[in-house]
């Protein structure tokens, strides 16, 4: 298995535009995550599915960030606008859903917006 | 509210020393607690996996220890190596069907040559 898969690796873009985050889980895991990672606070949690249906998404900074996940195999995560404070390593993992849920993470992607 | 708090920050080590790092949380009730290691430009990877039942478990150089009462953990290394050179975070899971683990701001190593 690859792995999670994230796109892109990198994404540089200017305050204002829409920046669409890709992913794609562990084959046969239930459970999807989003998260962002940034020096000054670490790894925040901002939103899960779990068998393709949104669970909780209370990390989820305002309304310009949301996430879709229409399959099994796919997730998004969209901000719209960005803005310059949007700026850091947004990773997406995959788990099964189980008592012993290890969490397997993507690379991350890479986002600055100018 | 479940925290996790690391200590410490960051620590550079000479190579071939030990170091522990500390995990002290409050989340409950308690299901169990990972390590995982985050080298510079990937995403964290798990290192050990403790549930209540148990106290000590090894991966290689690496052994965390788990106080269950105290609810603290440690994580030793030993004959530290430069490719140690990491984040280490600590994630604590409570049980009663929630899947969404409390994760540490993580301690950085550097092992220095």
């Known amino acids: 298995d690859a792995g999670v898969i994230q796109s892109p690796r990198h994404e540089v873009t200017e305050m204002g535009q829409e920046v669409t985050l890709r992913c794609k889980p562990i084959?046969?895991?239930?459970?999807l995550f989003w998260y962002r990672q940034t020096m000054m606070r670490g790894l925040e949690l901002l939103i899960y599915?779990?068998?393709?249906?949104?669970?909780?998404d209370s990390g989820m900074p305002e309304d310009r960030f949301s996430a879709k996940m229409p399959n099994a195999s796919f997730s998004t995560l969209k901000i719209q606008p960005s803005e310059p404070r949007d700026s850091a390593v947004y990773f997406c993992?995959?788990?099964?859903?189980?008592?012993?849920?290890?969490?397997?993470f993507g690379p991350g992607t890479r986002l600055t917006v100018l | 509210k479940n925290q996790v708090e690391q200590s410490p920050q960051s620590l550079i080590i000479l190579e071939g020393k030990n170091c522990t790092l500390q995990?002290?949380?409050?989340?409950?009730?308690?299901?169990?607690l990972r390590w995982y290691k985050q080298d510079t430009g990937r995403g964290p990877v798990s290192l050990t996996i403790?549930?209540?039942?148990?106290n000590t478990k090894s991966n290689g150089r690496y052994t965390a220890t788990l106080d269950a009462d105290t609810k603290q953990s440690s994580l030793h290394i030993t004959a530290s190596q430069l490719s140690d050179s990491a984040s280490y975070i600590c994630?604590?899971?409570?049980?009663?069907?929630?899947?969404?683990?409390?994760f540490g701001r993580g301690t950085s190593l550097i092992v220095h040559p």
């Open positions: 084959s046969g895991h239930n459970s």
């Open positions: 993992a995959s788990s099964l859903a189980s008592l012993y849920n290890e969490q397997f």
């Open positions: 599915f779990n068998n393709n249906v949104p669970i909780d």
């Open positions: 995990c002290n949380y409050t989340v409950s009730p308690f299901s169990n």
């Open positions: 403790m549930t209540f039942s148990e």
């Open positions: 994630v604590v899971s409570a049980s009663g069907g929630s899947y969404i683990p409390t």
